[in-house]
């Protein structure tokens, strides 16, 4: 299994410009997460998702938008990026939402608004 | 709405030796669970160690234990016989027993040194 990936690894963005962060998971997990993670702070919950079809805000989603057409994919799309945005962004699942459900994590997008 | 504190930013162990990593959080919740993440350089998390809320033995992981005090809602890390491997970056993340949403709500984070 290759778990959680992330593509791209980096990216830098002109203000303005939009872009789709990719996320897939081949583990059959119904819920997805997309944090991002600020400098010197924890992660910080921008949307997730039960299942496809299902998509709901989190603590931080403006700016932001997400779709789950697939049990594997939950791309997070950047529309006019803006300065604030830059930080790095982590994809997330889960088979379930309880506690004994480990959260597997991809490995980060660094992405940078200039 | 809860939230988590860890109020050391950085901290730093001889190779050899056992430090703790100190996490307090906020609830009204009497269902929930912890965990203690591991982010090392290469910015990957990884999951140390978690502990339910409604047990009280301390959960333990070789050389990673918790201290649990649920009253005084403390969630403390034990690393011992620290290694050059575990500098890194820990988190403290709370997770709901119940809701909709299934997410991890993180503190700030401890940046752990560890000396040679």
Redesign the interface.
């Known amino acids: 299994n290759a778990g959680v990936t992330q593509t791209p690894k980096f990216r830098i963005l002109k203000i303005g410009q939009s872009m789709t962060l990719q996320c897939a998971q081949d583990m059959n997990h119904n819920?997805m997460?997309w944090y991002r993670q600020d400098p010197?702070?924890?992660?910080?919950?921008i949307y997730?998702s039960?299942g496809a079809g299902i998509t709901?805000k989190?603590e931080v989603p403006n700016g932001y938008n997400v779709s789950r057409s697939t049990t594997e994919d939950f791309p997070l799309r950047l529309e006019l990026a803006a300065p604030s945005q830059t930080s790095?962004y982590?994809c997330?699942s889960?088979y379930?939402?309880?506690?004994?459900?480990?959260?597997f994590?991809g490995?980060?997008t660094?992405l940078t608004v200039l | 709405a809860q939230t988590v504190t860890q109020s050391q930013p950085e901290m730093s162990v001889q190779e050899a030796e056992t430090v703790t990593l100190s996490c307090t959080y906020d609830t009204s919740e009497s269902d929930y669970y912890l965990f203690w993440y591991k982010q090392p350089p290469s910015r990957q998390m990884i999951l140390v160690i978690r502990q339910e809320a409604y047990k009280q033995q301390n959960a333990t992981e070789n050389r990673f234990s918790v201290n649990f005090q649920k009253a005084a809602k403390s969630f403390s890390l034990k690393i011992s016989d620290s290694q050059l491997g575990d500098a890194a970056m820990y988190f403290c993340a709370y997770r709901s027993y119940g809701g909709s949403q299934g997410n991890l709500i993180f503190g700030k984070g401890t940046k752990l040194s560890v000396k040679p």
């Open positions: 819920y997460y010197g702070m924890g992660l910080k919950l997730y039960v709901d989190g790095v982590f997330a889960s379930g939402r309880g506690g004994n459900n480990e959260q994590f490995p980060g660094r």
